[in-house]
């Protein structure tokens, strides 16, 4: 074959795929009614939003909207009255949050027995949930439509960690009049930490204690295939992508989220199927199937994925391949015009001087032990890195198994109380 025909299929190929990905993933929204879906059989918890369902178990949440200095509308919640906690609350406040794709929401999906947002205001702490940009909460900005305006969509964990981070905890520590709070991140909701304690001197030190679950700096040793396929390919095209008018991702309410909604709840052998999918992302082998429930997995995708933008995605995509935690690369000719370098500057993690407690999983396929132990080699104050007994123990179990009670839980609650006081 010559090159000049294979370069023409090529590019036939990718703008094949272009379109493909473009169609699945713009997709026009599809208000499908709630009582639609009710009637379609889909479990109620899966159709209600955060105060809703926290409250279908006896918590009480009040909702609350927090404007980033770009202008960005956050909403975030807060558990007033936990069913289970019958003491005062326990101070200073914690923060919550969520990973890549996800929303508070995935921290109530797996119910009130194992889901960390039920289990830590039962043990009396004043907890916070975070919801960042792009997200089905956090989708508002004070003149930006993310309907129409591409400019919405520019931003990877960079953003999220210079403003949207700060202005959560900012808002928390006005609210309540303490001076510092406790921080638990999730994956990119430590990812973004790092960053604000890398761009933004002083912030750092508004947090007495971060809790790092799976935390994710460098994606290196990524061992999920779909992950590293999935996001480099967004870095290859987002160029492409953003001449369709793609810049936002598996938001929730268009037609992909809708459809895996449908189908994974709609029999035991789709759930099921849904099940594997959901391991497969995570890691290679499905061994730990069973540790999130049927119903779990039938009510997360009610609330999964929750839309982020493609610049994200295509982060992470850089991420995969990089030795370091860095700023997002735009090829030496732009990063110079950007940075005033040609490679991009690193993220200075020595920066983040607030004590680190981390807890990590042998098997999980998306953020590897290597990398965190990487990680945890470069930051000046771990005062624990712990690895979760259970060898199978993956990423997304953090958020959905229904195990956490004994695997993470205990130390997580050990240390808050370490930093707490009555
Ligand atoms: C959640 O649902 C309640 C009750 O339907 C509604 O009042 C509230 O605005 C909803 N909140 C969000 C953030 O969707
Ligand atoms: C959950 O799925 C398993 C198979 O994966 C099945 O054996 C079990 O009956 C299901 N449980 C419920 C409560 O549907
Ligand atoms: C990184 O942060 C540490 C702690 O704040 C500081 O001492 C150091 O100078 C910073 N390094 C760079 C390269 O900015």
Redesign the pocket.
Request: proline share 0%; glycine share 12%; hydrophobic share 10%.
């Given at each position: 074959m010559s090159s000049k025909r294979f370069n023409t299929l090529n590019v036939l190929l990718v703008s094949l795929s272009v379109v493909a990905v473009a169609y699945v993933i713009r997709t026009p929204w599809l208000p499908i009614k709630r009582e639609t879906k009710a009637s379609l059989g889909y479990p109620k918890d899966s159709l209600m939003n955060f105060t809703e369902l926290t409250g279908k178990y006896g918590y009480i949440s009040e909702e609350h909207h927090v404007i980033t200095d770009d202008g960005y509308i956050l909403t975030m919640f807060r558990i007033v009255k936990a069913t289970n906690c019958h003491k005062q609350k326990r101070s200073p406040p914690v923060l919550l949050m969520h990973g890549l794709l996800q929303s508070s929401d995935s921290w109530i999906d797996s119910g009130p027995n194992a889901g960390l947002a039920y289990l830590i205001s039962d043990a009396c702490y004043d907890l916070w949930l975070g919801n960042v940009r792009g997200n089905y909460y956090s989708r508002g900005h004070v003149h930006l439509n993310p309907d129409k305006d591409a400019a919405y969509w520019k931003f990877y964990i960079e953003e999220i960690g210079i403003y949207d981070v700060p202005a959560m905890i900012d808002y928390v520590l006005d609210y309540t009049g303490f001076e510092k709070l406790n921080y638990i991140g999730f994956s990119q909701g430590t990812g973004t930490f790092l960053v604000m304690c890398s761009e933004r001197p002083g912030y750092c030190d508004k947090a007495q204690l971060v809790i790092a679950l799976a935390p994710a700096a460098r994606n290196l040793n990524t061992k999920s295939m779909i992950f590293r396929t999935l996001t480099q390919t967004f870095a290859k095209i987002e160029g492409a992508l953003s001449m369709y008018g793609v810049q936002e991702v598996f938001s929730k309410g268009a037609f992909s989220q809708e459809f895996v909604a449908f189908f994974c709840q709609l029999s035991?052998f789709t759930?099921?199927l849904c099940?594997t999918i959901i391991d497969t992302f995570d890691h290679a082998d499905f061994s730990h199937?069973?540790s999130i429930?049927?119903?779990t997995t039938r009510v997360l995708f009610g609330h999964f994925p929750a839309g982020t933008s493609v610049h994200n995605m295509a982060r992470y995509g850089q991420s995969t391949r990089s030795t370091t935690f860095k700023k997002f690369d735009y090829g030496k000719e732009q990063n110079l015009v950007v940075y005033g370098s040609e490679q991009p500057p690193l993220y200075n993690l020595s920066a983040t001087t607030v004590p680190v407690l981390c807890i990590y999983g042998n098997n999980d396929g998306l953020v590897d032990t290597k990398d965190v132990e990487w990680l945890m080699s470069k930051l000046p104050n771990v005062l624990e890195s712990v690895k979760v007994k259970d060898p199978l123990w993956n990423h997304l179990d953090v958020t959905y198994s229904q195990y956490t009670v004994g695997s993470i839980f205990p130390k997580i609650n050990e240390y808050l109380l370490k930093y707490t006081s009555a």
């Open positions: 035991d759930e099921r099940e199937m069973g429930t049927n119903e």
